[in-house]
């Protein structure tokens, strides 16, 4: 089992910048990818960045390429996201997940592509 705390998360006006922290633990050496996703109000959960453990192989959704930055630091078992040039579009739920497997860049773009998911921290931009 794989434990993920997201942190991070509040309120921000556009333009702004957010820091999100994702902490894994226990089997984490089982863990080869790791991603962000996040659910917006009545929409459905779309993928936002993913890294590789290995190699830090990076892939973004097509709505954050520019603006946001996914890393990993092995040594601490964290993944963090800088959100930067915020938007209100982006207010959403996010979320942390860790895959046991790389099945290719398509594979780490989708919800089923993961096995463990956090619970999730609010981010809001404000206009």
């Known amino acids: 089992q794989v434990q993920l705390v997201e942190s991070g998360g509040g309120l921000v006006q556009a333009g702004g910048s957010l820091r999100l922290s994702c902490a894994a633990s226990?089997?984490?050496?089982?863990?080869?990818?790791m991603g962000w996703f996040r659910q917006g109000p009545g929409q459905e959960r779309e993928f936002v960045a993913a890294?590789?453990?290995?190699?830090?192989?990076?892939y973004y959704g097509d709505s954050v390429k520019g603006r946001f930055t996914i890393s990993r630091d092995n040594a601490k078992n964290t993944v963090s996201l800088q959100m930067n040039s915020l938007k209100p579009e982006d207010t959403a739920v996010y979320y942390c997940?860790?895959?046991?497997?790389?099945?290719?860049?398509?594979?780490?773009?989708?919800?089923?592509?993961?096995?463990?998911w956090g619970q999730g921290t609010q981010v809001t931009v404000s206009s």
């Open positions: 226990g089997r984490t050496f089982s863990s080869a990818v």
């Open positions: 997940a860790a895959a046991s497997a790389f099945g290719g860049s398509y594979y780490v773009t989708l919800i089923r592509g993961y096995d463990y």
């Open positions: 890294i590789r453990w290995s190699g830090g192989n990076t």
